[in-house]
């Protein structure tokens, strides 16, 4: 099994930054893929972005390109959101995901592992 951790959420004001980590732990030999997904309030899940096991390949939704980076540190089994010019809209709680079959996808249920989300939440 993998056990995944978040951490980084907070309270901060349109325009800020936030970088959100997540450490994996178990077996994380079995790790490929990683990313993050997040949910608004009143909102169902959606899938924000995604980076392959070496971090040569990532996908970010449409509403996050250019303002959020997602990078790795395998060496340290960690995964990071790198949050930039926040909105309101971006308020929601954040779950690190991770999958062991390859697969670098956007669909949510494609992620095997969650993590139990960390808050973020901008205020206007």
């Known amino acids: 099994q993998v056990q995944l951790v978040e951490s980084g959420g907070g309270l901060v004001q349109a325009g800020d930054s936030l970088r959100l980590s997540c450490l994996a732990s178990g077996r994380t030999f079995s790790i490929s893929a990683m990313g993050w997904l997040r949910q608004a309030p009143g909102k169902e899940r959606e899938f924000v972005t995604a980076?392959?096991?070496?971090?040569?390949?990532?996908y970010y939704a449409d509403s996050v390109k250019g303002r959020f980076t997602i990078s790795r540190d395998n060496a340290k089994n960690t995964v990071y959101l790198q949050m930039n010019s926040l909105e309101p809209e971006d308020t929601a709680v954040y779950y690190c995901?991770?999958?062991?079959?390859?697969?670098?996808?956007?669909?949510?249920?494609?992620?095997?592992?969650w993590g139990q989300g960390t808050q973020v939440t901008v205020s206007s």
């Open positions: 995901v991770a999958e062991s079959k390859g697969r670098l996808s956007t669909v949510i249920y494609d992620y095997e592992y």
């Open positions: 980076i392959s096991r070496r971090g040569d390949s990532t």
